[in-house]
């Protein structure tokens, strides 16, 4: 079955990095798009970024994070990659992993990211 497992989520000062990970299992990780998503307490979830099966490939971001943060895969570790840069407190949330494989959208369990001034 479909598996997507994040980590490093942390608490992180304002002006750091992170980078999240995302191990992916029980499809054919090549073929789909990933996306990266994000949700704040009391907020609706957002998309992050979403980068294409070919790399390389489209890659898009959502507004609030152009230019600060980078997604990325590697197709042969079946990993899925978020770095983050100049992080501020309005980028806290929990992260999630996504993959939409028709009709169904899979989720991982989330990797929480705390960004303190």
């Known amino acids: 079955q479909v598996q997507l497992v994040e980590s490093g989520g942390a608490l992180v000062q304002a002006g750091g990095s992170l980078r999240l990970s995302c191990a992916a299992s029980?499809?054919?990780?090549?073929?789909?798009?990933m996306s990266w998503y994000r949700q704040a307490p009391g907020k609706e979830r957002e998309l992050v970024a979403t980068?294409?099966?070919?790399?390389?490939?489209?890659?898009r971001y959502g507004n609030s994070v152009r230019g600060r943060f980078t997604i990325s895969r590697d197709n042969a570790r079946n990993m899925l990659y978020l770095q983050m840069d100049s992080l501020s407190p309005e980028d806290t949330a929990e992260y999630f992993c996504?993959?939409?494989?028709?009709?169904?959208?899979?989720w991982g369990q989330g990797t929480q990211v705390t960004v303190h001034a």
């Open positions: 996504s993959v939409r494989i028709p009709p169904a959208r899979f």
């Open positions: 980068i294409a099966a070919v790399v390389p490939g489209q890659i």
């Open positions: 029980g499809f054919s990780f090549r073929t789909y798009t």
